[in-house]
């Protein structure tokens, strides 16, 4: 039986383990029940597969990924994995086939979608196999209060009690401590070990900015930093997705939409497209993402305020999987915030004390004076951090600036509102009336005979504006759920009173870019010695054909990681290409030769 460091470097063509990998794995090839905090592009994967090809048996693992299924399957079996999957989408004779390899003990590793061990068909089949272990992946989806949850994950518990004997890898890449704490009690994870790697995705560089015509600065954003790069755009709304798709396409980037609205083929479609050309843009509501294994998208962007930083570190940990610098980008405004405050308050007390929770994180990220990936590490339990030198608030510091007398002149506004007319209005009218502005509306309701009628003419509406969003982050403000109107919080008294001090972010429209592109074509150049730059570019034109070919994403057959170490180390023989990372044993067979004479026709 081949050891765990055997079985990495003859099947994936690697010689040492990341940090963590190791420890885990041994673990589980032990027999032991392991719980596995990973960020995303960490390498979670390798901890189930390779005990599922050291152990004896079959590895069966539960994932929510359907569509992805066959991605993942045809990845596996071009490293020589005979790994196969369940689910849905398959017909009888689909499925026939694949039990039959099952229960002949032709499979290494099964893939089931969790609804499949709802149907007793499958517990039957199961029972009648060797099993080696069992993986959950993507464990945070039986947190009933996360931000994927998942009814069918919740069954998983049986696991243990029908096959006691067989170790349990859960894994999930998002997972604040409760959050843990949740998936180990619901999985019955109590006594297996946990693993905490640290959350960091040091490649990443994170920016947040102040919308200001929102188009326009994703389109200059991906026209300066990320011209030709894949990246995946996300907006809160169907109507958003489709409107920036056609945006963009409009403006000569090869982009598609992906929701919940459109049909499964077009979906489908879609998500193949994305995951087998190079430089295309998904624009997608959280429909659309999980899972994706693609290692080259180079940034997500944010047009809207995620719901929650789960579902923030989640989305913009689908960058840089392989990592290269990557950016995670986010216009976010005044309306984000009047949306999710509404939204936040509707359900049941419990529900509107949970969103409100995520919602303040969220805010908090959003409006911080300090590093941004501090904030990020400290919600998810690592804390200690130390400045990161590679968000916008390390490398364009903002200004911070007393705003108590604004904040002031904003709530007296709404308190006179309240107060004096018994009226309520929203984030326009009351600054209509700071401005001193005598529109239609304000005439009608004799607005212009408040005390606060103008006395916020020293501003200008961009500038109250972004007043108002900071008052709301920072809970002085709110917004009630029916028309969207300002009222005062608990909160506001002390501010009103002069007993409370206000400091507010100065607003930068147009941060600096970041110092480092985090282009797919810079980074190469940068890592690559100038003469194996046409090197590396003639190995991914033929990787392009022959995964158009075969009919899978380019990644399958190799990483840009691998092709670039063959272009600087211009290997001669089959054995020197066999020390590259990334070349295991199946792929020198099926590749070597083509690789080889790929590199005696560079010029």
Same mark, same amino acid.
């Given at each position: 039986?081949?050891?765990?460091?055997?079985?990495?470097?003859?099947?994936?063509?690697?010689?040492s383990?990341?940090?963590?990998q190791?420890?885990?794995?041994?673990?589980?090839?032990?027999?032991?029940?392991?719980?596995?905090?990973?960020?995303?592009?960490?390498?979670?994967?390798l901890?189930?597969?390779?005990?599922?090809?050291?152990?004896?048996?079959?590895?069966?693992?539960?994932?929510?990924?359907?569509?992805?299924m066959q991605?993942?399957?045809?990845?596996?079996?071009?490293?020589?994995?005979?790994?196969?999957?369940?689910?849905?989408?398959?017909?009888?004779d689909?499925?026939?086939?694949?039990?039959?390899?099952?229960?002949?003990?032709?499979?290494?590793l099964?893939?089931?979608?969790?609804?499949?061990?709802?149907?007793?068909?499958?517990?039957?089949?199961?029972?009648?196999?060797?099993?080696?272990?069992?993986?959950i992946?993507?464990?945070?989806?039986?947190?009933?209060?996360?931000?994927?949850?998942?009814?069918?994950?919740?069954?998983?518990?049986?696991?243990?009690?029908?096959?006691?004997? &067989? +170790?349990r890898? %859960?894994?999930?890449?998002?997972? !604040?401590? $409760?959050? @843990?704490?949740e998936?180990?009690? =619901?999985?019955?994870?109590?006594?297996a070990?946990?693993?905490?790697?640290?959350f960091?995705?040091?490649?990443i560089?994170?920016?947040?900015?102040?919308?200001n015509?929102?188009?326009?600065q994703?389109?200059?954003?991906?026209?300066?930093?990320?011209?030709?790069?894949?990246?995946?755009?996300?907006?809160?709304?169907?109507?958003?997705?489709?409107?920036?798709?056609e945006?963009?396409?409009?403006?000569?980037?090869?982009? &598609? +939409?992906?929701? %919940?609205?459109l049909?499964?083929? !077009?979906? $489908?479609? @879609?998500?193949s497209?994305?995951? =087998?050309?190079d430089?295309?843009?998904?624009?997608?509501?959280?429909?659309?993402?999980?899972?994706?294994?693609?290692?080259?998208?180079?940034f997500?962007?944010?047009?809207?305020?995620?719901?929650?930083?789960?579902?923030?570190?989640?989305?913009?940990?689908?960058?840089?999987?392989?990592?290269?610098?990557?950016?995670a980008?986010?216009?976010?405004?005044l309306?984000?915030?009047?949306?999710?405050?509404?939204?936040?308050?509707?359900?049941?007390? %419990?529900?509107?004390?949970?969103q409100?929770?995520?919602l303040?994180?969220?805010?908090?990220?959003?409006?911080?004076?300090?590093?941004?990936?501090?904030?990020?590490?400290?919600?998810?339990?690592?804390?200690?951090?130390q400045?990161?030198?590679?968000?916008?608030?390390?490398?364009t510091?903002?200004?911070?600036?007393?705003?108590?007398?604004?904040?002031?002149?904003?709530?007296?506004?709404?308190?006179?509102?309240?107060?004096?007319?018994?009226?309520?209005f929203?984030?326009?009218?009351?600054?209509?009336?700071l401005l001193?502005?005598?529109? %239609?509306?304000?005439?009608?309701?004799?607005?212009?005979?408040?005390?606060?009628?103008?006395?916020?003419?020293?501003?200008?509406?961009?500038?109250?504006?972004?007043?108002?969003?900071?008052l709301?982050?920072?809970?002085l403000?709110?917004?009630?759920t029916?028309?969207?109107a300002?009222?005062?919080?608990?909160?506001?008294?002390?501010?009103?009173?002069?007993?409370?001090?206000?400091?507010?972010?100065?607003?930068?429209?147009?941060?600096?870019?970041?110092?480092?592109?985090?282009?797919?074509?810079?980074?190469a150049?940068?890592?690559?010695?100038?003469?194996?730059?046409?090197v590396?570019?003639?190995?991914?034109?033929?990787?392009?054909?022959?995964?158009?070919?075969?009919?899978?994403?380019?990644?399958?057959?190799?990483?840009?990681?691998?092709?670039?170490?063959?272009?600087?180390?211009?290997?001669?023989?089959?054995?020197?290409?066999?020390?590259?990372?990334?070349?295991?044993?199946?792929?020198?067979?099926?590749?070597?030769?083509?690789?080889?004479?790929?590199?005696?026709?560079?010029?």
């Amino acid at each position: 039986m081949d050891t765990p460091t055997e079985v990495l470097h003859r099947v994936f063509g690697y010689d040492s383990f990341r940090e963590g990998q190791q420890e885990i794995i041994d673990h589980v090839v032990g027999g032991g029940d392991a719980l596995v905090l990973m960020p995303t592009g960490g390498g979670k994967s390798l901890c189930y597969q390779i005990p599922a090809l050291v152990r004896r048996g079959v590895g069966v693992v539960i994932s929510p990924l359907i569509a992805l299924m066959q991605d993942q399957v045809d990845a596996l079996r071009a490293l020589g994995v005979r790994a196969g999957f369940l689910n849905s989408t398959q017909d009888f004779d689909e499925r026939q086939l694949v039990e039959s390899e099952f229960l002949a003990g032709e499979l290494d590793l099964l893939y089931l979608a969790p609804e499949r061990l709802r149907v007793d068909a499958t517990l039957r089949l199961l029972a009648k196999g060797d099993i080696s272990v069992f993986a959950i992946d993507e464990a945070h989806c039986v947190a009933q209060w996360g931000h994927d949850f998942r009814p069918d994950y919740l069954e998983l518990s049986r696991l243990h009690e029908l096959w006691p004997d &067989v +170790p349990r890898i %859960a894994l999930t890449a998002t997972a !604040t401590p $409760a959050t @843990h704490a949740e998936i180990s009690s =619901r999985l019955g994870l109590e006594q297996a070990r946990h693993f905490v790697a640290s959350f960091d995705r040091p490649n990443i560089h994170y920016r947040i900015t102040a919308k200001n015509e929102p188009k326009r600065q994703l389109l200059e954003f991906l026209r300066s930093e990320h011209d030709g790069d894949s990246g995946i755009v996300y907006c809160l709304s169907r109507s958003s997705v489709e409107k920036i798709a056609e945006f963009l396409v409009d403006n000569g980037i090869a982009a &598609v +939409p992906y929701h %919940a609205g459109l049909d499964a083929r !077009t979906r $489908a479609l @879609h998500q193949s497209r994305f995951l =087998r050309e190079d430089g295309l843009i998904v624009v997608a509501t959280i429909a659309f993402g999980m899972g994706i294994d693609k290692p080259d998208v180079r940034f997500v962007a944010h047009l809207d305020l995620p719901k929650s930083l789960e579902g923030y570190y989640q989305e913009t940990g689908r960058a840089g999987r392989d990592g290269l610098p990557a950016s995670a980008w986010m216009a976010y405004g005044l309306n984000d915030v009047v949306q999710h405050r509404r939204m936040a308050m509707e359900g049941d007390e %419990a529900h509107r004390r949970r969103q409100v929770l995520h919602l303040d994180a969220m805010l908090a990220l959003c409006e911080t004076v300090t590093c941004r990936r501090i904030m990020l590490l400290d919600y998810f339990g690592q804390k200690d951090s130390q400045p990161c030198g590679n968000c916008d608030t390390c490398q364009t510091p903002p200004e911070s600036w007393d705003g108590t007398v604004p904040a002031q002149k904003v709530l007296s506004a709404v308190l006179r509102l309240a107060r004096e007319r018994r009226q309520k209005f929203g984030v326009g009218q009351v600054v209509d009336i700071l401005l001193g502005k005598k529109t %239609a509306k304000v005439l009608q309701h004799g607005h212009e005979t408040l005390t606060v009628f103008g006395v916020g003419d020293d501003l200008g509406n961009a500038e109250w504006h972004g007043i108002v969003r900071q008052l709301l982050a920072q809970g002085l403000l709110a917004v009630e759920t029916d028309y969207g109107a300002l009222v005062l919080t608990d909160d506001s008294a002390g501010v009103l009173r002069g007993q409370r001090e206000v400091l507010l972010r100065r607003d930068t429209l147009r941060p600096a870019r970041a110092k480092t592109s985090s282009s797919a074509k810079a980074a190469a150049q940068v890592e690559l010695p100038a003469e194996a730059a046409p090197v590396f570019e003639r190995l991914r034109a033929w990787r392009g054909a022959t995964a158009k070919e075969q009919g899978v994403p380019a990644y399958v057959i190799f990483h840009d990681a691998t092709l670039r170490e063959i272009a600087t180390r211009a290997p001669t023989s089959l054995a020197e290409l066999s020390q590259v990372n990334g070349v295991g044993e199946n792929k020198l067979a099926k590749y070597g030769e083509q690789v080889l004479e790929t590199l005696r026709e560079a010029p």
